[in-house]
């Protein structure tokens, strides 16, 4: 069996040792740490929930269906009233949105699918097994009693929960509560988040010598808007820790989450930790046994939560899905989602050095005899770029400890389609 070597190692790995790395589940621990749910909420309209999450219970004020409809476009009649006889009068048509009336005795009346049940009727013959002759109907066999019919109620009760608390609201729940009635939803507060680029080679105009276009800002705020918050983009920090201490003050006080990318390792421009303590602010961890993205720093400045993402841009994206992602569900009070606990086989022979976990882009080519997607690692492990990670179906995770992956070895993947989290 071959197995093919690592390449495309990281800068990192040769870094000094001697800051001990917190494990990803730690790390996770310690980014949760630094949040609070928020306490705030306000009341939508139900066309601009989707994506919030619910500030309370939200229960059905009114038994559905409301009243007794047929299910089906047919006749409705009494059951006893085709005793011995295989034809009734057609006494009227009622369709959906009209008044209920009354059933005459001995007779049908046309009804379509979602028209209230007439007064008196008990079932509803389908139209398929009806020949229609307009004043009068022929039966080709009995119908069964209640055939036919959605009885109040019998959807879902009063008092019944529509949508509990702490749920990110999705198509299918707006379209649960607008059927209910709703036109508007108590949510909580979207998480106020600050978002920053670090390096004086980042630009977002023309690029000059040495400068490259700043990918992590459209990044995090991509991925901060799909997860429901409301974000400032305060641009990119020069490399100086004064400048940047600076643009911390006063920060605290007005969002619930600073991020940051890049600046944060060991080189000697790496200032933001420096800047962090500075401008006030404790730095509550470093350094992560995560591949790519070691130097994540989670902290606090003031009220507000602070966490500093390497500046790779694959990095970044990790990173987010690992920490960031976590540390908005938990603002915004609903449960944060395990990363990549779907299980999946290997297609493919790797060997790696262990030590520290590591998150990589993967296609899915089909289904093992087990079932489970077969996934093909992409890229060669370069933190640096994007471009395997946009032609991927999902991330896949092997432990720490993991030195070699072989065909057919057991995978656990964060899909991108099937999830139902953003990516």
Same mark, same amino acid.
């Given at each position: ?11 990192? =790995? ?34 601009? #929930? ?22 089906? =476009? ?22 959906? &949105? ?60 009063? &008092? ?21 009635g709703l036109r508007q939803v108590a949510v909580v507060r979207r998480p106020r988040v600050a978002v920053f680029s670090t ?7 023309p690029c000059g010598p040495g400068q490259i276009p700043d990918a992590n800002r459209p990044l995090l705020c991509a991925l ?15 490399? =100086? ?41 404790? /730095? ?33 994206? /990790? ?24 299980? #999946?086989? #290997? ?11 590591? /998150? ?32 991927? =179906? ?30």
């Amino acid at each position: 069996m071959h197995i093919a070597p690592v390449t495309g190692g990281c800068s990192c =790995d040769t870094l000094s040792g001697s800051v001990e790395m917190m494990s990803v589940a730690d790390a996770l621990h310690r980014a949760l740490a630094q949040v609070t749910p928020i306490t705030d909420n306000e009341t939508v309209p139900l066309t601009d #929930a989707l994506g919030r999450v619910t500030a309370g219970t939200i229960r059905a004020a009114k038994a559905m269906p409301f009243f007794d409809n047929s299910a089906m =476009d047919g006749f409705a009649l009494r059951a006893a009233d085709l005793e011995g006889r295989c034809c009734l009068p057609v006494a009227g048509t009622v369709a959906a &949105g009209d008044t209920p009336c009354a059933l005459p005795d001995g007779a049908a009346m046309r009804i379509y699918t979602g028209a209230p049940l007439p007064d008196g009727a008990d079932t509803v013959v389908m139209r398929e097994v009806c020949i229609d002759k307009s004043h009068k109907v022929h039966f080709s066999c009995p119908p069964k009693l209640g055939d036919n019919i959605r009885r109040a109620g019998s959807d879902q009760a009063k &008092g019944e929960v529509l949508v509990g608390k702490g749920v990110r609201i999705a198509p299918r729940h707006i379209g649960l509560l607008a059927a209910n009635g709703l036109r508007q939803v108590a949510v909580v507060r979207r998480p106020r988040v600050a978002v920053f680029s670090t390096g004086e080679e980042v630009t977002t105009g023309p690029c000059g010598p040495g400068q490259i276009p700043d990918a992590n800002r459209p990044l995090l705020c991509a991925l901060l808007a799909q997860h429901g918050a409301e974000i400032s983009d305060l641009g990119i920090l020069p490399d =100086d820790p004064v400048a940047s201490t600076a643009r911390f003050a006063g920060l605290g006080a007005r969002f619930d989450l600073i991020v940051t990318s890049g600046a944060v390792s060991m080189g000697g421009k790496d200032h933001i930790r420096e800047a962090l303590t500075m401008a006030g602010g404790r /730095v509550n961890g470093w350094r992560v046994a995560i591949k790519p993205g070691k130097p994540v720093m989670f902290g606090t400045l003031g009220d507000a939560a602070f966490t500093g993402l390497p500046g790779n841009p694959f990095a970044v994206y /990790v990173g987010f899905h690992l920490f960031v992602s976590a540390q908005i569900a938990r603002m915004t009070g609903a449960a944060p989602q395990p990363f990549a606990a779907s299980p #999946a086989s #290997a297609g493919f022979d790797w060997l790696r050095k262990p030590g520290r976990a590591e /998150v990589f882009p993967v296609r899915q080519s089909g289904h093992d005899a087990a079932g489970l997607p077969i996934l093909h690692r992409l890229g060669a492990g370069v933190s640096a770029t994007l471009l395997p990670l946009a032609r991927a =179906d999902g991330l896949a995770i092997v432990a720490a400890d993991t030195s070699a992956v072989a065909l057919g070895d057991g995978l656990h993947w964060h899909p991108f389609c099937t999830l139902g989290a953003p990516s």
